[in-house]
T-cell receptor, first 110, second 117 residues
Framework: DAKTTQPTSMDCAEGRAANLPCNHSTISGNEYVYWYRQIHSQGPQYIIH???NNETNEMASLIITEDRKSSTLILPHATLRDTAVYYC???????????FGQGTRLTINP | GAVVSQHPSWVICKSGTSVKIECRSL??????MFWYRQFPKQSLMLMAT?????????EQGVEKDKFLINHASLTLSTLTVTSAHPEDSSFYIC?????????????FGNGTRLTVT
């Protein structure tokens, strides 16, 4: 399985863009990058995923470097409700399971 | 969007008893479901992969006789914690995938908090 490295914690001011980095230097060519978040005492919520190209949806944007060794999740206008643990996960090649790392605890401050 | 429902959301049981947790995919069929466990301030740890109509695949270190998994239909998987002990107290979360190409996202239930007294 490709491993990911994320900062343990980050802070961001409400209304500003939150940029969460992730390193996945051993990613394989056909592995996707997924982002989930977990708000306290709830199940993980899917945010976005991508392979090579940058992706955007109603929740966030995903920027993947050209060499695919790292990516950044962008929450364009963070709110207090975005406070959560954010997980960057590389999908196991040929399998379906998601293996979670420790994630980044993002705190949005008023 | 795809919805995964878990029941119950919380349960308290006495040591030595068994507890069953249900995981349902409400609007899609899932040939595979996954069971995770999460202790306080820790990440999710995959326990097992539940395959419809066949035996579950357990991760290393997870006792298959203690954590019984049944996936009898395309919309329901159950996890039974047998002879529960206080150390089994944890947050149990299931996930399921729609029957589409493997790069589609997994959807998660809202978890079951088990407390064994």
């Amino acid at each position: 399985d490709a491993k990911t490295t994320q900062p343990t914690s980050m802070d961001c001011a409400e209304g500003r863009a939150a940029n969460l980095p992730c390193n996945h230097s051993t990613i394989s060519g056909n592995e996707y990058v997924y982002w989930y978040r977990q708000i306290h005492s709830q199940g993980p919520q899917y945010i976005i995923h991508g392979l090579k190209n940058n992706e955007t949806n109603e929740m966030a944007s995903l920027i993947i470097t050209e060499d695919r060794k790292s990516s950044t999740l962008i929450l364009p206008h963070a709110t207090l409700r975005d406070t959560a643990v954010y997980y960057c996960i590389v999908r196991v090649q040929g399998a379906q399971k998601l293996v979670f790392g420790q994630g980044t605890r993002l705190t949005i401050n008023p | 969007g795809a919805v995964v429902s878990q029941h119950p959301s919380w349960v308290i049981c006495k040591s030595g008893t068994s507890v069953k947790i249900e995981c349902r995919s409400l609007d899609f069929q899932a040939t595979t479901m996954f069971w995770y466990r999460q202790f306080p301030k820790q990440s999710l740890m995959l326990m097992a992969t539940s395959n419809e109509g066949s035996k579950a695949t357990y991760e290393q270190g997870v006792e298959k006789d203690k954590f019984l998994i049944n996936h009898a239909s395309l919309t329901l998987s159950t996890l039974t914690v047998t002879s529960a002990h206080p150390e089994d107290s944890s947050f149990y979360i299931c996930s399921a995938e729609d029957r589409v190409p493997y790069n589609s996202p997994l959807h998660f239930g809202n978890g079951t908090r088990l407390t064994v007294t």
